[in-house]
């Protein structure tokens, strides 16, 4: 669904598990910092606000998005990460790099999840403009942190549901 018709911060909250005892890694991309500030803090802000401790999310960052693959198989590899949240703006340029970058972080952040079984949340911005970005990083879509971070708390809640599932 299109950020047009769904907010990126507007989700149901109805069944969001406890996460008091949850570790988070935030991952941020250096490029286009003004965005993923923002992203970053939309992120720390929503884990903070449905339980997560200060001092059970760490932050790292990372020169470019195509770095985050990288970084977060190294912090999800650590048996004292639950999640890690990744964050990055790619903006589109005059070539098809961004195509590339895009492609390779969307692929890799998908091998860390699979490669540990951890929620490794794919918060990358692939706008065409900058003012497209700012609309989703607290502007008029909503902070794509702060869906990041919301996805990632509801994932930790399924994964405790399918391991603590028992059949009758
Ligand atoms: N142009 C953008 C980049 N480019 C840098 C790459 O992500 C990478 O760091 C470099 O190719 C070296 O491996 N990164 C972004 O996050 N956003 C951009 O718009
Ligand atoms: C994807 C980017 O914005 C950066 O790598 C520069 O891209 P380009 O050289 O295509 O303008």
């Excluded at 018709?5 to 941020?28: M, W």
């Excluded at 884990?47 to 999800?76: C, T």
Aim: proline share 3%; glycine share 8%; with cysteine.
């Amino acid at each position: 669904m299109a950020s047009e018709l769904k907010n990126l911060s507007v989700f149901d909250t109805s069944e969001l598990p406890d996460v008091g005892h949850r570790r988070f890694a935030i991952l941020v991309s250096e490029w286009n910092s003004d965005v993923t500030e923002a992203l970053y803090q939309g992120a720390y802000d929503t884990l903070i606000q449905y339980g997560v401790k200060p001092d059970h999310i760490v932050r790292g960052n990372v020169p470019g998005s195509y770095e985050l693959s990288l970084a977060s198989l190294w912090f999800a590899q650590r048996d004292d990460i639950d999640a890690v949240i990744a964050l990055g703006c790619v903006i589109q340029g005059e070539t098809k790099h961004n195509d590339y970058i895009n492609n390779a972080v969307a692929q890799g952040l998908t091998n860390v999840s699979l490669k540990t079984s951890k929620p490794v949340i794919f918060g990358v911005l692939t706008p065409n403009d900058q003012q497209q970005a700012l609309d989703r990083a607290g502007g008029k879509h909503g902070n794509k942190g702060d869906e990041a971070a919301i996805t990632a708390i509801k994932m930790l809640g399924l994964q405790k549901q399918v391991y603590s599932f028992q059949f009758k």
